[in-house]
Nanobody
Framework: QVQLVESGGGLVQPGGSLRLSCAAFGFTLEYVTIAWFRQAPGKEREGVSCIYSTEGSTFYADSVKGRFTISRDNAKSTVTLQMNSLKPEDTAVYYC?????????????????????WGQGTQVTVSS
């Protein structure tokens, strides 16, 4: 069985940092494209960042460019989202999502229906 498990969420003050991890159980991660999405109350699910399989290209939503960094460790089957300079508007439930693919064609990486597997999410709250 394949499973995605997110961790690392929590409460942080504006300007602070958090590091989210997505543990991918049962996957051959080098063949998997992984993305992070987020969903705030009353809002649609939004693509935050993506890292392609094999070639490792990365993509970011404009709202997080320069602040968030996505990386992968295939040996540990883990994808990490380093979030710096956090803002109150980053508050949301963050999900990792996966698909066996070289990667959706940009900008399709941010479309939720491109991904087959989803984690349960981790809450990130940015507040003073």
């Amino acid at each position: 069985q394949v499973q995605l498990v997110e961790s690392g969420g929590g409460l942080v003050q504006p300007g602070g940092s958090l590091r989210l991890s997505c543990a991918a159980f049962g996957f051959t991660l080098e063949y998997v494209t992984i993305a992070w999405f987020r969903q705030a109350p009353g809002k649609e699910r939004e693509g935050v960042s993506c890292i392609y399989s094999t070639e490792g290209s990365t993509f970011y939503a404009d709202s997080v460019k320069g602040r968030f960094t996505i990386s992968r460790d295939n040996a540990k089957s883990t994808v990490t989202l380093q979030m710096n300079s956090l803002k109150p508007e980053d508050t949301a439930v963050y999900y990792c999502a996966a698909v066996y693919s070289l990667g959706p064609v940009d900008p399709n990486w941010s479309w939720p229906h491109e991904y087959k597997y989803w984690g349960q999410g981790t809450q990130v709250t940015v507040s003073s």
